[in-house]
């Protein structure tokens, strides 16, 4: 009788020592599901945050700054990622509509040509030809003046991030920059 007890208490002791095992490994999975799904929780804010930086201008009416603006942006994005992550690399395109700008003759009141500032009407031109464009002062400033649509936002399939934007410029009557 004596030897049944003490196998009693060993086999209690065993389901027990059993017992807390199991809630130790329950306690652990759902500990690692919980962090997981904190981190999926931050990667999504992250996500949303990044996009939300550019679908800001997905609109109608932008002046060529705030497209400068969403351009400077990519070129920085890119130049982050460029040797890291090619899934997250951005394009920026914007079409011309206007090909000409007119600066106003203050002595005579009436708008010649300037010379040096010609967008091709109906190009389209990526985030690098702004770095072109920044070199002209005329062209620059025209640039800067001009009235744009947003009428294209893309997604990374893979990243769910913004990776294209395409603006185009609104025809304006009686186009002119005054110095």
Do not use: W
């Amino acid at each position: 009788m004596e030897n049944a007890s003490k196998a009693l208490l060993i086999a209690g002791g065993i389901l027990i020592a059993l017992l807390i095992i199991g809630l130790l490994v329950y306690s652990f999975g759902s500990m690692s599901g919980y962090f997981a799904s904190e981190e999926a929780k931050e990667e999504a804010e992250q996500l949303e945050a990044f996009n939300k930086q550019y679908e800001a201008y997905h609109k109608k009416l932008l002046r060529g700054t705030e497209v400068i603006s969403v351009v400077n942006k990519v070129l920085d994005n890119n130049k982050k990622y460029e040797n890291t992550e090619p899934n997250y690399m951005m394009t920026v395109e914007f079409e011309m509509k206007e090909g000409f700008v007119y600066k106003k003759d203050n002595t005579t009141g009436t708008n010649k040509k300037v010379d040096n500032v010609t967008f091709k009407v109906g190009q389209t031109y990526n985030q690098n030809s702004l770095i072109e464009i920044k070199q002209s002062t005329d062209a620059f400033n025209d640039f800067k003046r001009r009235v744009f649509d947003c009428v294209d936002v893309k997604y990374h399939k893979t990243t769910g991030r913004v990776n294209y934007m395409k603006f185009v410029e609104r025809k304006m009557n009686n186009y002119e920059i005054d110095y």
